[in-house]
């Protein structure tokens, strides 16, 4: 069982930026992929990015592409997810998630680890 931790969300004005992480419990952090996804209020919950087990694969939505950028530590058994430029339309809950796959699925079904969420709001 792999436990995820999110950290790094909090309260932002438009264009400013945060720095999300997402700690895992599993030594073997570096055979699961890991993704980011994201839910606002009254909306189903979206692909934001993702990538393989090596760091050397990665995707992103096409809202955040430019903007976000995902990385990962495997010695410290974090993924990390750079927002710039944030924008309103950013607000969400931004979960962490693993995938016992090497590639960087877009698909939320191929991810069998979730983490609580952490909270990111973007005010105009």
């Known amino acids: 069982q792999v436990q995820l931790v999110e950290s790094g969300g909090g309260l932002v004005q438009a264009g400013g930026s945060l720095r999300l992480s997402c700690a895992a419990s599993?030594?073997?952090?570096?055979?699961?992929?890991m993704g980011w996804f994201r839910q606002a209020p009254g909306k189903e919950r979206e692909f934001v990015a993702a990538?393989?087990?090596?760091?050397?694969?990665?995707n992103y939505a096409d809202s955040v592409k430019g903007r976000f950028t995902i990385s990962r530590d495997n010695a410290k058994y974090t993924v990390y997810l750079q927002m710039n430029s944030l924008k309103p339309e950013d607000t969400a809950v931004y979960y962490c998630?693993?995938?016992?796959?090497?590639?960087?699925?877009?698909?939320?079904?191929?991810?069998?680890?979730w983490g609580q969420g952490t909270q990111v709001t973007v005010s105009s």
């Open positions: 998630a693993a995938a016992r796959l090497l590639r960087a699925s877009i698909h939320s079904d191929n991810y069998d680890y």
């Open positions: 599993e030594r073997t952090f570096g055979n699961y992929a």
């Open positions: 990538i393989s087990w090596s760091g050397g694969v990665t």
